[in-house]
């Protein structure tokens, strides 16, 4: 797949603003975006520990992905994000070694990404994302 690095991971938050005060206030991180993801029904807000970012999602709908995990299984940890050279060759490899696929073909994500998602009931229960930084 050509995993590169840990690009991000995804916590589902009820609240972000008093999820990012946490952060802020108590860890002592610093929060350097929040972005609106309308055709996910999100918002999220980005922090990096070193060499990895942390991506908090608040869902924007009672029908967003978020708002239905948060209903499920409360808040916490929600997907493992690896960066990948090119999503689409990852997901066909993916579907040749019998993975089930939540997207068949990459779509936009938060910070300019192109994004997919694997299934986790293929991945031991890891919602597993992977993300490609678009040539400029």
Do not use: W
């Not at 995993?3 to 990012?20: M, Q, Y």
Request: aromatic share 6%; hydrophobic share 40%; glycine share 6%.
């Amino acid at each position: 797949m050509n995993i590169t690095h840990i690009e991000h991971i995804g916590i589902a938050v009820r609240d972000l603003e008093a999820t990012i005060d946490y952060y802020e206030q108590v860890l002592g991180l610093s929060c350097y975006s929040v972005e609106l993801v309308p055709d996910q029904q999100v918002r999220t807000a980005f922090f990096k520990v070193g060499e990895t970012k942390l991506e908090l999602l608040e869902a924007t709908s009672p029908e967003s992905p978020i708002a239905k995990f948060i209903e499920q299984r409360g808040e916490g940890l929600h997907h493992l994000a690896f960066a990948v050279k090119a999503v689409q060759p990852a997901l066909d490899l993916a579907l040749q070694k019998n993975i089930r696929l939540i997207d068949q073909a990459p779509r936009p994500g938060a910070e300019g990404l192109n994004i997919a998602f694997l299934h986790p009931k293929s991945t031991f229960s890891v919602l597993t994302e992977l993300c490609e930084r678009p040539q400029s």
